[in-house]
């Protein structure tokens, strides 16, 4: 056992700069920064995500996951342009990337859709970073990224197919998995992987399953309007042309229920405040959640998440 922290002096200095950075960068957009609370008597639904819950003498509150769903209500309630820089929790195993307690920066932009803030998070993460990026961003629908690098069209492909594919790739999958559980096997294990090492890549037009809270543009196929950010293979961000329909949102929480019965997991309590919110009007807007630790990763060249934090899982 040791009480000494995990990172080095001068990479908590680097964090604090990044910090700061991150600030300047907003205030000079009129941009407010905001704290909603760490508890709340709601959860993540999605059965992806690991929530952690604190029982107290008047119930159970859960850890969030993201600030979202209170920044929404900060939203529809009039706020206009905000953000926020978090620590967060999901109880995912610790790893090289990941640490159940983490650091967020979230933010939404009012009239703004997913292509406009793809464009602002490129610029905040150029402004941090100076010259350890290439020059020229790749941006490719998701389609794209699939046929390119996994040699499948995620939108034609049968499941069977898809799996065929992942085990031809060399991929030793245990248990089974659905449509959409390949399709993320194939881009976290083979698609990202192939990304240029000192390149920004911005992958958007996601299938409908994978909308979130996503907007769904409607077409053939129907496409959510969800973007991810990578730098290098390291995901980095996930945003949204956000979904501002209150009945269609709680169909997807009651789906996301749904799935979790099937896995054998616990109901989590709806989040009736954002539903209401949602029913008041939220502003057409576009949000994002970027992970702070990983781009202090990418900027230190680090690839193990310890070594940017003080304290890590284990010495917690």
């Known amino acids: 056992m040791t009480w ?15 910090l700061a950075d991150i600030r300047d960068f907003f205030a000079c957009r009129g941009v407010l920064e905001v704290e ?7 959860g993540a639904t999605d059965p992806a ?25 900060l939203l529809a309630a009039g706020s206009g342009d905000i953000y926020q820089i ?23 932009r009012v009239g703004l859709d997913h292509h406009a803030l793809m464009a602002e998070v490129e610029a905040l993460i150029r402004q941090v970073a100076g010259d350890r990026l290439a020059a020229d961003v790749q941006v490719l629908t998701y389609r794209e990224a699939m ?3 996994a040699g499948v069209d995620p939108f034609q492909v049968s499941e069977m197919e898809l799996s065929r594919r992942a085990r031809s790739l060399g991929l030793d999958v245990q248990g ?35 909308a979130a809270l996503a907007r769904v543009r409607p077409g053939e196929p129907p496409l959510a309007e969800r973007f991810e950010v990578y730098w290098g293979p390291m995901e980095l961000a996930n945003g949204f042309h956000e979904l501002g329909d209150a009945a269609e949102q709680r169909r997807r929480f009651e789906a996301d229920q749904d799935r979790r019965a099937r896995q054998g997991l616990l109901p989590i309590p709806l989040d009736e405040r954002l539903l209401k919110a949602l029913e008041a009007g939220l502003p057409g807007c576009a949000g994002v959640a970027l992970g702070v630790d990983r781009l202090l990763m990418c900027l230190g060249g680090v690839d193990d998440i310890r070594e940017v934090l003080a304290f890590d899982w284990e010495r917690a």
Not at 183 to 209: G, N
Request: net charge positive.
């Open 86 to 108: 978090a620590r967060v929790f999901r109880g995912e195993e610790a790893g090289r990337h990941h640490n159940p307690e983490f650091t967020l920066l979230e933010w939404y």
């Open 176 to 210: 089974s998995l659905d449509r959409d559980g390949w399709l993320d096997l194939l881009m976290s294990t083979v698609v990202c992987q192939a990304f240029p090492a000192d390149t920004l890549t911005l992958i958007h037009d996601y299938p409908a399953s994978q």
């Open 49 to 73: 995500i690991q929530s952690l819950s604190v029982p107290l003498g008047g119930g159970r509150r859960w850890l969030h996951s993201s600030p979202e769903f209170p920044m929404k209500r």
């Open 147 to 149: 046929l390119r690098h």
């Open 36 to 42: 909603t609370p760490y508890l709340s008597m709601a």
């Open 4 to 18: 000494k922290p995990a990172a080095a002096f001068g990479r908590l200095r680097q964090r604090a700069r990044l």
